[in-house]
T-cell receptor
Framework: EPEVTQTPSHQVTQMGQEVILRCVPI?????FYWYRQILGQKVEFLVS????????KSEIFDDQFSVERPDGSNFTLKIRSTKLEDSAMYFC????????????????FGPGTRLTVL | AQSVTQLGSHVSVSEGALVLLRCNYS??????LFWYVQYPNQGLQLLLK??????LVKGINGFEAEFKKSETSFHLTKPSAHMSDAAEYFC???????????FGSGTKLNVKP
């Protein structure tokens, strides 16, 4: 069964360093998302990406964050200068096989990358 | 505005007992509702979804949920809990086409032998 994969599973970094979190969405999906979950809190939407551009972003997704789909298979989240409060589990999701007539989408989630900023 | 509320961050049941995990939502547009399960160190696995067809939705592992518009609820149930059901459960809401998900804060289910 196709699945979304994410690497690394755990990333430890120093405050101020850049990190890149990688995701391989399901191959025929068209919509891509990043969410994060700070320990003990809700899963929060960060950004959605379609047709090689951001379609929506949350207020969390400031200038320190960027996303890219560099090669048609990977989908990356970059944090330019990490802060302590960026420590969280980051989930990638993809979708695009929804029933457009019915107007829903199902998002398939990866296993997450746990980012620890020291 | 959209939001999801899950009552009870921790629920504990005995093996064989009924599981009831509560989810209430607020949405200004017709919602699509999902339940996901997360086992330790794993991703979010879809249990079931409501997409405006049948209001009683059956999912994997014997779980089901009923969409009640009048109560703005989408509670998850299972008649008989198994030890393997111990996990964290998330209710989520979206609407329209390919929009973001709003998640509840999650409920950790503990199953006692």
């Amino acid at each position: 069964e196709p699945e979304v994969t994410q690497t690394p599973s755990h990333q430890v970094t120093q405050m101020g360093q850049e990190v890149i979190l990688r995701c391989v969405p399901i191959s025929n999906h068209l919509y891509f998302y990043w969410y994060r979950q700070i320990l003990g809190q809700k899963v929060e939407f960060l950004v959605s990406f379609y047709n090689n551009e951001i379609s929506e972003k949350s207020e969390i997704f400031d200038d320190q964050f960027s996303v890219e789909r560099p090669d048609g298979s990977n989908f990356t989240l970059k944090i330019r200068s990490t802060k302590l409060e960026d420590s969280a589990m980051y989930f990638c999701a993809s979708g695009g096989q929804g029933d457009l007539a019915g107007g829903y989408n199902e998002q398939f989630f990866g296993p997450g990358t746990r980012l620890t900023v020291l | 505005a959209q939001s999801v509320t899950q009552l009870g961050s921790h629920v504990s049941v005995s093996e064989g007992a009924l599981v009831l995990l509560r989810c209430n939502y607020s949405s200004s547009v017709p919602p699509y509702l999902f339940w996901y399960v997360q086992y330790p160190n794993q991703g979010l696995q879809l249990l079931l979804k409501y997409t405006s067809a049948a209001t009683l939705v059956k999912g994997i592992n014997g779980f089901e949920a009923e969409f009640k518009k009048s109560e703005t609820s989408f509670h998850l149930t299972k008649p008989s809990a198994h030890m393997s059901d111990a996990a964290e459960y998330f209710c989520a809401l979206t609407w329209g086409n390919f929009n973001k998900f709003y998640f509840g804060s999650g409920t950790k289910l503990n199953v006692k032998p």
